[in-house]
């Protein structure tokens, strides 16, 4: 018998692991949970990591908790409500606010603008893509209506049917068609 096997097997080398390596490694993934990960881009290029959610969220212009943003009843201030103002300066100053908030208001409308932005490119692409038709499938279409109506079995059987469309497929043909300028053109013409 082997003496490998005798004396309790095969010697194997024992690799030591890099005590350095794997300190990196726990840096980069604290690095990683400190990072902001959000699909809105706007959010995250005004990410404060040293404020709170609440901060960040309210510094952006939006609101993180809709019942304290917009009260249903109104808080009666002691002082403020029951003096008359008169000085146009006091008004003026109340609507432009701080100077924290003045400067908060261009952080704000760079991010509303940002969502506008994509909310606008979002519709864009839920509008769908615009399917237009080949000259001779507009040909068939207008002939297959002025010959049949709204029969797509007869459509199907017709010798002008070279390509052997079902009735289904005649029918979404003609549905995009009828979406089309052409067909809005010649009902102007017709009427």
């Known amino acids: 018998m082997p003496r490998s096997v ?29 990072k ?3 699909a809105c881009h706007q ?14 969220i309210e510094d952006s212009g ?7 943003s917009i009260p249903l009843k109104q808080d009666f201030r002691v002082g403020i409500d029951q003096l008359p103002m008169e000085l146009g300066d006091v008004d003026e100053a109340k609507q ?19 969502l506008e932005i994509e909310r606008q490119q979002l519709e864009k692409k839920q509008e769908g893509r615009k399917r237009t038709l080949l000259d ?16 797509y079995e007869a ?12 009735p289904k497929q005649i029918q979404k043909k003609l549905r995009i068609y009828k979406g089309s300028p052409y067909y809005q053109a010649l009902e102007t013409v017709d009427s």
Do not use: P
């Open 43 to 56: 959010l995250v290029n005004v990410w404060d990591k040293k404020r709170t959610l609440v901060q960040n």
């Open 96 to 114: 432009k606010g701080t100077v924290k908030k003045q400067r908060d208001s261009k952080k704000i409308a760079k991010v509303i603008g940002g």
């Open 6 to 34: 005798k004396r309790g097997g095969k010697k194997i080398k024992r690799v030591t692991k890099n005590l350095g390596n794997i300190a990196n490694k726990k840096k980069k993934a604290e690095k990683n949970k400190k």
């Open 62 to 68: 939006l609101a993180f908790d809709v019942n304290k």
């Open 36 to 38: 902001l990960r959000s």
């Open 155 to 166: 459509m199907s059987r017709d010798k002008k049917n070279l390509f052997q469309e079902t």
């Open 136 to 151: 001779r499938d507009v040909q068939f279409c207008i002939y297959m209506l002025e010959r049949h109506g709204d029969d």
